[in-house]
């Protein structure tokens, strides 16, 4: 669903990350004197300001909202001292579940960082998107710029892995915290931290050389973008007027900044056990999330120039838990360990060498650098020449070194304040949504439908009788193939009968499949939803209904026609 940002007085985009999320801004005229003029939120901490606020919610005993990022951080820290919690719920990290829940509906449910208690999910992402809109109202105000919500183009970054039902869920829960449908577009993070780069200098893409421009006609590269949650890979090649063409179909998975975090505490579970963590986790929630925190703090200013590296850990409360369960000190803990000679125990801190430290980057390290070969070894990508890294995660010493080290050939690009690519990218997207010139369908759909029965032709099990004609049932019809280049706007058009007298309504079975053309709809194929089809008055014959399937945006459409009369027909895709 494209918007045309003109008739809008600013464009906002919302980057609702794994670990932290922001916003920035720019005006309409802003955008026509200087594209670059992007305003970004700063949000307080304890000793400093930063551009992203962690994805953290904190909620009263009525799941009413309390707040949001360090504020929903710190008041939650301050209920736990003054062990006033019991009642509230605090969700953390939380966007992940889109990508590792298949079956994402209205009705999923989210645990909250004690596992004890459990909400609404399209609450949660609600809430936390309806806290950062009114914040950016609220700073405009301030400002004395008062914008209406609905004179604002919003423009809220999905991962491009992320399938449908995902992206129609982050979009269903904006427009609930009141951003309109007509007023928003859901953008993917690969391609607005690809359009944020063809406006950079060389002297702001660390890693190029003079000469080297991203906006030269046919420069390919691959975009690289490393979230805290999900690595997000997909390939682009500068085409004429200023746009992009994909041409690689994103591919990822979630070996992003959070995976290391995993494997950190896993390391922990393995040294002290399952029982101490969960213990932590549920009992100590303070000490738990000060961990959390030190973890995070340790990743940031990691220098690969030292030999050693320090975490401080919440050792009262675990050296106690130790002598409960254990019967014994954390120290002998540490020792009578597995990793007692990699680990040692000073005071309230571990020291561990960097080589060990980096051994929890490694299967991540891996699974970026696999994607990236399978990718690159394809024949029709020999005139890639540039990697484009963004994202927080590409900011780590170890990514930048293991991708120079295993793609000597190519450059590597990292732009200044890699981590805001995405966001300030997404700015410019809804400026101008029509960077994006045509796109490379991830998967392959099509819609269920029956056709007439020919026994040398069709599977028997699909044999069926309809109105006292013999049809085969279950045949996927193809609207798009999986790894077709489709422009985007195209409309693939379909045409559907009333098989009954007097119908009122009709269903349409719109189905996904990794399958480039399957046969049946029960070939590795799942139902991605029943657009419903409404009709306003009924009829004696046999209806004819046109449905125009819109593809190659960052959302799937479609737009309906009764054939005798030409009128537009109710339809409505219910992805969840």
Request: glycine share 6%.
């Amino acid at each position: 669903m494209m918007a045309d940002s003109r008739n809008y007085l600013m464009v906002a985009a919302i980057d609702f990350g794994t670990t932290y999320s922001g916003y920035s801004f720019s005006m309409r005229n802003e955008f026509a004197k200087d594209p670059l003029q992007i305003h970004t939120a700063m949000w307080k901490t304890r000793h400093c300001t930063s551009v992203k606020t962690p994805t953290c919610l904190l909620l009263d005993g009525k799941r009413e909202f309390v707040a949001f990022g360090y504020d929903a951080e710190n008041q939650w820290a301050e209920l736990l001292l003054e062990e006033e919690h019991a009642d509230y719920l605090y969700f953390e990290r939380f966007k992940m579940n889109l990508h590792n829940n298949k079956n994402i509906t209205s009705s999923m449910m989210l645990e909250d960082i004690t596992g004890t208690k459990r909400m609404p999910a399209f609450d949660v992402f609600k809430l936390s998107i309806k806290f950062l809109v009114t914040h950016l109202l609220d700073l405009l105000k301030t400002r004395g710029n008062i914008v209406q919500q609905d004179e604002v183009q919003w423009v809220l970054t999905v991962p491009a892995i992320w399938t449908d039902k995902a992206k129609r869920f982050m979009r269903s829960c904006a427009e609930a915290a009141g951003i309109q449908t007509k007023n928003l577009i859901v953008a993917l993070e690969p391609e607005t931290a690809s359009i944020f780069c063809q406006y950079l200098p060389t002297e702001r893409l660390n890693g190029s050389v003079p000469g080297f421009a991203m906006t030269s006609e046919g420069t390919e590269y691959m975009v690289v973008d490393l979230g805290g949650g999900t690595a997000d890979i997909t390939v682009h090649q500068k085409v004429a007027n200023g746009r992009l063409k994909e041409i690689h179909r994103a591919m990822g998975n979630d070996c992003g900044g959070t995976s290391v975090d995993r494997r950190f505490f896993d390391l922990c579970e393995k040294i002290f056990g399952d029982k101490i963590m969960k213990s932590l986790k549920e009992e100590s929630p303070l000490a738990y999330l000060d961990l959390v925190r030190e973890f995070e703090i340790v990743k940031k200013t990691l220098e690969t120039k030292k030999p050693k590296v320090t975490i401080t850990i919440p050792f009262v409360a675990l050296n106690t838990m130790c002598q409960e369960v254990h019967k014994k000190d954390l120290q002998s803990v540490l020792k009578s360990s597995s990793y007692s000679e990699e680990i040692k125990l000073t005071h309230d801190k571990i020291r561990m060498s960097l080589e060990f430290f980096k051994d929890l980057y490694i299967p991540s390290i891996n699974n970026v650098i696999t994607l990236m070969k399978e990718i690159l070894g394809e024949k029709t990508l020999k005139g890639v020449t540039h990697l484009l890294l963004v994202g927080g995660f590409s900011d780590c010493q170890f990514i930048k070194d293991a991708v120079n080290t295993e793609f000597p050939e190519k450059r590597i690009i990292i732009p200044e304040e890699a981590s805001l690519s995405v966001l300030r990218g997404a700015v410019l997207f809804g400026h101008k949504p029509e960077y994006i010139q045509s796109r490379i369908m991830r998967c392959s759909y099509g819609v269920k439908t029956n056709v007439p029965w020919d026994n040398r032709k069709y599977d028997e099990k699909h044999y069926v009788v309809m109105e006292k004609e013999e049809r085969c049932d279950n045949i996927f019809s193809l609207i798009v193939g999986k790894d077709d280049s489709v422009e985007a706007g195209m409309l693939v058009k379909k045409s559907f009968f009333t098989p009954f007298k007097h119908q009122d309504k009709m269903d349409i079975m719109v189905y996904v499949s990794e399958e480039a053309t399957p046969g049946y709809i029960d070939e590795r194929c799942s139902l991605l939803c029943t657009p419903t089809i409404t009709f306003s008055d009924t009829c004696e014959d046999q209806r004819w209904v046109d449905v125009e399937f819109v593809l190659g945006n960052t959302e799937i459409d479609l737009k309906a026609h009764d054939r005798m009369s030409g009128e537009a027909i109710s339809a409505k895709f219910n992805l969840i």
